[in-house]
């Protein structure tokens, strides 16, 4: 097998190209490593998100249904969501599930992050597990229409093993914590 080394492209000019409703897209012309000049359209990010794994006291997870616009589907998803200029992650996840769900936690851990689309984007995705719930309800958005559930862990592995789960920043997330619970 031919194998390549991974190089650094060089961005030699940069120029946004639309912006409507807080989507950005940008384009780079950049040299190639083989010397070629091409052009890459991307949207850039401003605020990372956070992704929120809560546990109940019987150990069941959290899980939500959302319609999800352009798949056109009721799908699975974690509570989560954009931090705000200048939130650390604690306490955007704090906020994202007291919106979302009407609860908090007492205990976290910041389990890692990930890019939601490194192709076209440099958006992070932090994954929190909180523990130790309590009821606390911020005011919902006017625009997210939520149905939350309490799940096993062992019925949440089966939904994933049917592909009844297909939502990769879930998906990604319970990897993350899986791998967290190995080592």
Known sequence: MKTTKAKLWKTLSTKKVFELDGLVVTQD??????????????TPSVLDSVIIIAINNK?????????????????????GGSMLMGEDTVTAAKRELSEESGYSFRNSKLIGYYYAN?????????????KNLFEHKLKEDKDEFIESYWISLSKVRQMIKDNEINNINFLA???????????
């Open 29 to 42: 012309s950049v040299l190639l490593p083989n010397g070629k000049k091409t052009t890459y359209t991307y």
């Open 59 to 79: 150990k069941q997870i959290l899980l939500q249904k959302e319609y999800s616009h352009p798949p056109h589907e009721i799908m699975w998803q974690l509570p």
């Open 118 to 130: 490194n192709r076209r984007s440099n958006k992070k995705q932090y994954v929190v597990l909180g």
């Open 173 to 183: 997330a319970m990897s993350l914590w899986f791998q967290s619970e190995v080592d």
